[in-house]
């Protein structure tokens, strides 16, 4: 059943509050407030009970789908479950209640969180310096590209373009461009690597960066990786790694190792913190030496025993947020990396590189898999095979929904037909994955025997199919009608 909006529960009267007397001196609110601020008329708000408003809103949370109720492969999104420690851990009050202009000698253990949370981002990176502030992956690009061209103007020259390669996630583009550079397109080759043919081809000193992801987005290793590097290095180009999704290399490799000298993370993926709907997330950006002179300021730095905000950075960037960044995340993951430590965060890696190949194996006999090679972390369908029977992968993805799970993340990648990109995590077990690809056969099925009941489908949500852009062109969010 839908949900009502919460108009629709009012009736004059009813009250979901209740304040205590007042016990000082009523002041008339026009002597508090200047006449010219005060609204003309009340505003129109709904009169609802306390209890009213609890199953209001309890039924509306329980209308969606979160990693807390469901199993979400939602591929390049690393929706994993995130352990509930480090909530608790995050809510401390210590941390709560601080300001950020408070002084250093007051935000002694706020300051030696980020301190060390950088050194182990450093560290799984092995990059030399992170800086914390950026509040989401694409803000991390935005600033590594910033520092990129500040570092070639320092060399004399900003440069003009941008490599990147025709799978890339949208945000690449976006970030080079905003940086002021043109983005030039490599191409992938018939495994769905880099071409090394094409990046020579396109590799020249007016090119600034190349922006790679690694695993790339088909789940793929680059592992012409080093190769790729030394093209680059010949026109000191610097390669910059989309590192949103760390979860294929923590403990296994180093993008430092590989010649990465830029490196963005997402903590709100990898390092677990709860994301989607557009909560806080947080985008460190980790540099190698020769870059650290750009990082934004300030600077956590530590001096005998106390830590400090360095402001004395003449070549930085300058800040690219609100005071420090999103604390409450760094709380968040510097709690998961405390929790695993080195073991577990290969641990991680480890098993989300084996569910991913699980899956990949049960599925591949029912779905289109374009790229016939071992995967990291996620990978890629092609919904092809059930197109031709007039089902589309957006069919397939709206039907899993009347078997209980979250779609795949579909028509992403660009360069897959009918895209179906899986990403099962590390946190799921073997039964949950199981019980997903049994899902997935289950309509395969469907598509040969009975097409009509997924191209219908859903059937059990409580909206079907809505217009996807609708809500995009025409942002409207008041309830404009009158309460009855
Ligand atoms: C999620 C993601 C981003 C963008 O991160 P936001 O925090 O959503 O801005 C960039 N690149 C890749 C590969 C991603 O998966």
Redesign the pocket.
Known sequence: MLERLIFEYSSEGKKGYSLPEIDVPAEPVEKLIEQRHLRKELPELPEVSEVEVARHFTRLSHENYSIDSHFYPLG???MKYNPKVNEDVARLQGFTNIHPLQPDALSQGALQLMYELEKYLAEISGLSRVTLQPA??????LTGMLMIRAYHQSMGNPRKKVIIPDS??G??PASAVLSGYEVVEVKSDNEGRVDLEDLKKKADAECAAFML?NPN?LGLFEKNILQISKILKEHEILLYL?G??LNAMLGLCRPGDMGFDVV?F?L??TFSTP?GGGGP?S?PVGVKESLVSFLPVPVIEKKDEHFYLNYAHPKSIGKVQGFYGNFGVMVKAYAYIRTLGNSGLKEVSENAILNANYMKKRLEGYFELPFKVDCMHEFVLSGSLQKKAGVSTKDIAKRLLDYGFHPPTVYFPLIVDEAMMIEPTETETKEVLDRFCDAMIAIAKEVKENPEIVKSAPHTTPVARLDETKAAKELDLRWKGKIS
């Open positions: 390049s999104c690393t989401a992956g694409a803000q991390g690009e890339a996630h945000t690449n992801t987005t989309d949103a999704n963005h997402n709100h993926k994301h997330g985008g």
